[in-house]
């Protein structure tokens, strides 16, 4: 057994990103590509969505599921963010999905960059105020369903017409209190087949990146600019709001090739010198994905960003 | 099942007091009577041992126990105890005695007063700024023993044997950590029987407090000058470190009278148009002792007399 001292509480403030969408949405995904691409010891993954108020017990007497900010501590949600972003350490509540049950909570001491995901972490307008980017992941729902179901008759253990029942009766509070949090992104990314398209069944999903001008993007447009790049395009669109944004589309079937030149790109407005990751973009074991790579490039592109440009402080 | 919503974070901050001491040194019985007599919709009651980095079964491996302070998240709790000083909600470990096991934390809502008992609350100097009135239980430690004894062989459910065991493992912690917050405290308490008299058996154990001129205690010079009262004393003498202390000694037979004229002083000092509260010093159902009450009298005082001198804040 480690025997781990409490750390003193560091003085510097880490970097922080909100990952939020639906339940199976992708959000651990792309979490532990960038935890590998930065190494466990500069980066935090912590999820939210163990605030729950009740247990799986208590909720069957409740009138709302688990994704109702009143069946969550938002509160303390938005406290223990505040405190990982002034870089102090939290005592995490712990949610254990295989018995329901709240357990012991944990010692979550930030790192250099604390990536937070979950249902609910743009949720509230203090919560977001902890955040350096943010994004939402919004695969339309087809999509979520069916990794729902691979995910929950999986690892979990239930039965697909009971998480197709859990999805029906999550719907109103999906619509309600998740969906709305799209808008408050800096960054929002779609991974779907393209639908005019018959790629053969092994394809990669693509992926529609929408660039909000709410932070500093690389300048993505020269790369861009050549139509010869037919797998991969840059387009001033408006959003379902009438916002101007960009959409980065990256298609499934790009070739190794193409996104590579888009990731180097990316890498270099960085201009740091350190070499590019290459660990991006992995499903699994030994498929990658050129559009998950690229979603995560652009991910660390801001982290570290932000990073390089923080003001040293006292330690 | 009540639905409590999480309450707005009250913007007012509450009084603090921290009780210390060591275990079963009496601190649960003070807490419970102070409690009571501001009513349990105004006092909030916080044990600080619950911050257990480890649970029972880990800590047989460990080359010390409970009491250490590496044996506790130390920082967070300084951290929760400074959340609840500015009125802020915590999510609070809990520490389950019946099990040995770190169990579901529950949500703590700061009232107008917050009581915070526990092994280490005046530990460290983050956790001691955080308080307005810090009191340290200092029972002599054959007492103690007989305390921690008929505790623990009842409702925790040991043998005498085994609480002798573990009183003899944990002396060096207690020595190292527990017993310098005496130095902190603002009162200390001593419930002891008196050495040279020969009382018999059912008589209350008398009280010595010693007032430190560190907070503002009501002048009791006046009503203590009278040399008929041989059953309450006010002596000004110096400490074991050779600081100047009050030293207020309340004999476990002091009449209903006497402690009832003491305690009205006490209370009239405040000026507050509020009756006395009737409820302090209850041992159990029906024992009362006049040490224990004006024990809590004087605690009472000083939150009430910090309460009344606190600024308004805006809601």
Redesign the interface.
Same mark, same amino acid.
């Given at each position: 057994?480690r025997?781990l001292?409490?750390g003193q509480?560091k003085t510097h403030r880490p970097i922080m990103l909100a990952i939020a969408g639906d339940s199976a949405a992708g959000k651990t995904t792309l979490t532990k590509g960038l935890v590998q691409a930065l190494g466990p010891d500069r980066a935090t993954a912590v999820c939210v969505d163990d605030?729950h !108020?009740y247990?799986r017990a +208590?909720r069957k +007497?409740?009138p709302f599921t688990a994704l109702h900010p009143?069946c969550n501590?938002?509160?303390?949600m938005e406290?223990h963010l505040q #405190?990982l972003a002034m870089g102090?350490?939290?005592?995490k509540?712990v949610y254990d999905h295989s018995t329901g #049950?709240?357990? !012991?909570?944990e010692?979550v001491e930030p790192q250099d960059f604390v990536i937070v995901e979950g249902l609910l972490p743009l949720f509230s307008k203090l919560a977001r105020a902890c955040f350096d980017v943010t994004v939402y992941l919004d695969p339309p729902e087809e999509i979520r369903r069916e990794w729902k179901i691979s995910r929950d008759t999986g690892s979990r253990g239930y039965a697909a017409e009971s998480v197709d029942a859990e999805l029906a009766r999550r719907e109103p509070e999906s619509a309600e209190f998740i969906r709305p949090q799209r808008q408050q992104a800096d960054m929002v990314v779609r991974f779907a087949p393209i639908a005019t398209r018959s790629d053969p069944p092994e394809t990669p999903l693509s992926a529609e990146l929408l660039l909000r001008p709410t932070i500093r993007h690389p300048d993505l447009t020269k790369v861009l600019a050549d139509e010869d790049h037919r797998s991969m395009h840059l387009k001033l669109i408006r959003d379902e709001d009438g916002r101007p944004v960009d959409a980065l589309h990256v298609h499934g079937y790009a070739s190794a090739e193409e996104s590579d030149m888009l990731e180097k790109a990316i890498w270099e407005a960085l201009g740091l010198d350190i070499p590019r990751p290459d660990t991006l973009g992995m499903l699994g074991e030994d498929k990658r994905s050129a559009p998950l790579a690229i979603s995560q490039l652009l991910l660390l592109y801001h982290l570290l960003d932000f990073s390089a440009g923080q003001p040293e402080q006292a330690g």
């Open positions: 057994m025997m001292r409490a509480p605030y !108020r247990d +208590e +007497e409740l009143d501590y938002v509160s303390i406290q #405190l102090q350490p939290i005592l509540p #049950l709240l357990a !012991r909570p010692l």
